[in-house]
């Protein structure tokens, strides 16, 4: 179990109190290693709260430069950065935050090439991309690297996000899209999206991460759907699909 410094446990004193963390828990946080796909409207804030958590290693993968667009929900980008790339300005603030954790940026996409280079060693994904194709693409890699990983998305005033283990036991994002085709992914820079919303979702998927972390187990089988605007939550059980093409067809 990793040992914490006096400053960590100074630093992490509020949570460290909690039974659901404990000694314990933060030593766990400490050792684990948590790649998140994307730095936008999702990884910002997502990166932020589990780098401030005290996740030990934290990879950013990126490939976008920062636009003045980007600036009402990525808030951890100033004006000062736009044009510059994202993984390199949201590494560089969270190293500043939180100096005790590692956190490494990499410049490139998440895609069949780079997949198994950027899951070695570890423990979970978390998606914040924005498009449907990139989520099929981490389902596929983390499936085959055996790993969990949580997706999200937001898109107008609404959200959602589910866990995915890596047994797939409660199926796959694959069960769950089915014969959707990608070229139909309509992302917010056609039916735009509000900050919060996206905020919200993001601080979802980092608390299952971090619960997952701790050992409190991933919450499967079901997709989140919130309506921002109203308040309304919707679950909607998720089904392992006979004749999928991933879970169905390479666990057989
Ligand atoms: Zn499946």
Not at 107 to 121: I, Q, S, V, Y
Not at 163 to 187: I, K, P, T
Request: charge should be negative; aromatic fraction near 4%; hydrophobic fraction near 45%.
């Amino acid at each position: 179990m990793a040992e914490l410094s006096d400053s960590e446990l100074a630093r992490y004193a509020r949570q460290l109190i909690l039974p659901e963390v404990d000694l314990e828990g933060q030593a766990r946080l400490k050792q684990s290693r948590v790649l998140i796909v994307g730095a936008g409207g999702l990884g910002t804030p997502a990166a932020q709260y589990l780098a401030g958590a005290g996740v030990g290693s934290i990879c950013l993968v990126d490939d976008d430069r920062i636009a003045l667009s980007n600036l009402p929900r990525q808030l951890a980008y100033t004006e000062d950065d736009v044009g510059q790339f994202k993984v390199e300005v949201l590494a560089r603030r969270l190293r500043d935050a939180n100096r005790e954790i590692v956190v490494d940026a990499q410049r490139a996409r998440f895609n069949d090439e780079t997949a198994l280079r950027l899951l070695e060693g570890v423990d979970i994904v978390l998606d914040a991309t924005d498009s449907l194709q990139a989520r099929l693409d981490i389902d596929q890699a983390t499936f085959a690297a055996k790993l969990p990983w949580v997706m999200g998305a937001a898109v107008g005033t609404s959200g959602q996000w589910a866990a995915f283990d890596a047994q797939r036991r409660e199926g796959c994002y694959h069960c769950l899209m089915g014969e959707s085709d990608s070229s139909q992914n309509r992302g917010c820079a056609e039916l735009g999206i509000l900050g919060p919303v996206v905020g919200l979702v993001a601080l979802q998927q980092s608390l299952l991460v971090i619960r997952y972390l701790l050992g409190a187990g991933l919450q499967i089988g079901c997709l989140q759907l919130l309506d921002a605007w109203t308040g309304e939550t919707r679950q909607l059980a998720l089904a392992i699909r006979d004749d999928c093409e991933l879970c169905r067809a390479q666990s057989a």
